[in-house]
């Protein structure tokens, strides 16, 4: 289990308790849970890199104990 | 953890995704497939091999890795526990012992009461003890300290009024020599080097033997008194400390009753004594009627007066007026107020006042001595004024009156007629001696005569130059006097001395005055003498040596090198001998003269700058344009133009140079100026 943190650079930061083998789409509805945005609408990305993709697992993106991403608003294109 | 495990366990399971380990709890064992143990992962494979592995080991290595910080965590509580105690223990240690209560609480209060007696005596004894010593401290320091009783009888090397009021002088112990049998005294090492300033300044001075300005006010000074700091050696100026805030001598002179002598007292207001005394009264203090305006007399009778006046009578009168016009020609006539005067009521009482006033001015100016000096330029001057009366052979009996032309025409002013009356008989006489005496008489024994013939037209004065001349020929030897006041320019013709004057009134030679030149020529030849004596006595004197050396057997029992060496190194010592002494000679006397002068081609002595440019120009190989070449040459034209006329000649164009003419020529005035 590891704890990432995710946060919005606006005052949101959440930190959530998931595994490293989880999907993005996954961890994108734990994070909507916490957050209070539909899952649709969330963005995730490291800081200066391309967004997550939903079909990946954290692993594949490197995300490990500790790390934090951020949170974006997903417009759909 | 914000979120809790179990809360995000919840909706992943709703997800169908496998819920996460939960810590404590057997939250895994419950439901769902499970890792598995340890002791399996560990059994054949090598551990983290795979990402399974890995992940499954990831769980166990969190929990190591928590509980070490746990434990870490306790270790570290329990040490600072374990220290805290320790402190505790440490403080609570240091309290123990006995206090100051402990301490008093052997004796009881009646003890103690009986033992306050003694604690007093023995205060009071240390108190006792303490001031004691003070004292004896305090008397040792008064002993040490140097107050003004200790300098009593030590003279001090100053003058008493030299230490201003007010100001701080520090004394210290003048040096003197150890053995020296002396007094100490005291000096104050400023004044010291002021008064040695002001003695040198004095030196520097020119000091005169008499100086009536520093007599001291009682009038009375040694005779000769310049000399006594020759004999008696250098007054010192010193006075003695009595040890009460006064001097010595000062006791002394109060003892003796003789005040100090009186100061002079000055009036400041010296500039209106100076003023000489008006020997009339002030204008302000005379009331003066305003006579009746009375109608005038005709002014053809007072022109008659006059007449009189300028012309006075023929005859004896006349022959009076000749003689005062001799011995003294600026003789005033004496005011015939004198007579009336006389009957005046306050006449008497005016003269004397008079008189009073005169006296007083007279005495004045006997007090302005001259000086010798001033006499001797004075007499000088008069010398230089007059140098052809001093050459005449009749110095002795020449008459103090000179006559020029400008007396001469004064005095033609008022001839009176029976001069002209007897010129004319004069010459009547000639006329009629002329045809017998003939031409002998042309001859020239009177060499006047044919000019007092023609001078009709001429006038009085130059009859009587013409007179003088005569006579003065006949006498071989004239006095020099010229018209104009001024003296006759000198001429080449008359030797080397008037041409020497000459060139020195044209400023052609410029030479001073002062017998510098002269005295530092003589030194310069008497060094030169001494130098060559020196050199003669030294080459006497090796002579004699070598003759003696010669004639002595030691020459004889010497081979010719031997001799030869002998000879040099005589002569080498010799040499050295003669020119130390010459060394000597010249750092005592040589004072050498060095005068750079520089000529031009044209013989001209060339001033700094010219000679600088001169230089420069034949360093440089290149000389000035034509146009300044032209400018010098007219310079130079001109300089000589100019030596070359007379000082007196006012008509040439020169003469433009005077004060004068630069003036009108400036206004544009033309004009020529008579003389």
């Known amino acids: 289990m590891i704890i990432v943190t995710v946060n919005d650079r606006l005052g949101t930061k959440a930190q959530i308790p998931c595994l490293a083998s989880d999907p993005v789409k996954v961890f994108k509805a734990m994070v909507a849970s916490r957050v209070g945005r539909p899952a649709h609408e969330i963005m995730l990305k490291r800081q200066g890199e391309r967004p997550f993709k939903d079909h990946l697992t954290l692993e594949d993106y490197g995300v490990s104990n500790g790390v934090q991403l951020d949170l974006e608003l997903d417009t759909g294109d | 953890m914000d979120l809790s495990v179990e809360e995000a366990n919840k909706i992943r399971v709703a997800m169908g995704m496998k819920p996460l380990p939960v810590p404590g709890g057997s939250a895994p064992t419950d439901t769902g497939p499970t890792f598995k143990e340890k002791k399996s992962s560990d059994s054949d494979e090598e551990p983290a091999s795979t990402l399974e592995t890995r992940s499954a080991a990831a769980y166990d290595n969190w929990r190591e890795l928590q509980d070490e910080a746990d434990a870490k965590a306790k270790r570290e509580a329990k040490a600072a526990a374990i220290k805290k105690e320790r402190e505790k223990a440490q403080r609570f240690a240091k309290l123990d012992g006995k206090g100051l209560a402990d301490d008093a609480a052997d004796e009881d209060d009646m003890a103690w009461l009986k033992g306050t007696k003694k604690r007093q005596k023995k205060i009071e004894k240390s108190e006792r003890m303490r001031k004691e010593l003070e004292e004896r401290e305090w008397q040792a320091q008064a002993a040490l300290q140097y107050t003004e009783a200790d300098l009593a009888g030590v003279k001090v090397g100053h003058e008493v009024d030299d230490f201003g009021e007010g100001e701080d002088q520090i004394l210290v112990l003048k040096d003197t020599a150890v053995d020296q049998e002396e007094e100490d005294e005291l000096e104050a090492v400023a ?367 010497m081979t010719p090198r031997e001799r030869e060496e002998h000879a040099r190194r005589l002569n080498s010592q010799r040499d050295q001998l003669e020119s130390r002494k010459l060394a000597e000679i010249f750092n005592k006397e040589y004072k050498p003269n060095v005068q750079l002068d520089y000529v031009d081609e044209f013989g001209r002595h060339m001033n700094q700058k010219e000679a600088f440019k001169h230089l420069s120009h034949q360093f440089h190989g290149k000389g000035s344009g034509n146009q300044k070449t032209q400018k010098h040459l007219d310079k130079i034209a001109a300089e000589k133009k100019r030596l070359a006329q007379s000082s007196l000649d006012t008509s040439q164009a020169g003469a433009m140079s005077n004060a004068q003419g630069q003036q009108s020529k400036k206004h544009k005035q033309a004009g020529v100026r008579l003389q």
């Open chain 2, 191 to 557: 004044l010291r080097e002021k008064e040695k300033l002001q003695e040198k300044l004095d030196s520097k001075k020119r000091k005169r033997a008499y100086d009536p300005n520093d007599m001291d006010e009682a009038g009375q000074g040694s005779i000769l008194a310049q000399y006594d700091e020759d004999i008696d050696g250098k007054k010192r100026k010193a006075f003695t400390l009595d040890g009460q805030g006064r001097t010595v001598e000062e006791v002394l002179l109060e003892a003796s009753g003789k005040s100090k002598p009186k100061k002079v007292t000055l009036s400041l207001d010296i500039l209106k004594d100076d003023t000489p005394v008006n020997d009339y009264m002030d204008i302000s203090e005379i009331k003066v009627r305003k006579p009746k305006k009375k109608k005038s007399k005709s002014t053809r009778r007072k022109r008659a007066d006059d007449d009189d006046d300028i012309f006075p009578m023929p005859g004896e009168d006349t022959a009076e007026h000749e003689a005062m016009d001799v011995d003294e020609p600026k003789a005033t006539p004496k005011p015939k107020k004198d007579l009336t005067n006389e009957s005046f009521v306050d006449d008497d009482d005016l003269q004397a006042n008079l008189a009073a006033q005169r006296r007083e001015a007279l005495k004045k100016r006997k007090n302005m001595k001259m000086r010798p000096e001033d006499l001797a330029r004075q007499l000088r001057e008069e010398a230089s004024a007059t140098p052809d009366v001093m050459d005449t052979t009749e110095d002795a009996d020449e008459p103090g009156l000179v006559i020029d032309e400008t007396t001469e025409f004064v005095s033609n002013l008022q001839r009176s007629a029976s001069e002209e009356r007897e010129e004319e008989r004069r010459r009547l006489r000639r006329k009629s001696s002329q045809p017998s005496n003939g031409i002998a008489s042309m001859g020239g024994i009177n060499s006047a005569d044919p000019e007092g013939d023609v001078d009709t037209g001429q006038s009085y004065a130059e009859v009587e130059d013409a007179r003088d001349r005569s006579e003065s020929h006949a006498r071989s030897v004239s006095v020099d006097v010229t018209g104009t006041g001024l003296d006759q320019e000198e001429t080449v013709d008359r030797g080397l001395g008037s041409t020497l004057r000459l060139l020195k009134q044209r400023g052609v030679i410029e030479t001073s005055e002062n017998g510098d030149q002269n005295a530092f020529f003589r030194e310069r030849q008497r060094f030169l003498a001494d130098k060559q004596k020196a050199e003669a006595a030294a080459e006497r004197l090796a002579k004699e040596q070598r003759e003696r050396d010669r004639t002595s057997g030691k020459w004889s029992h």
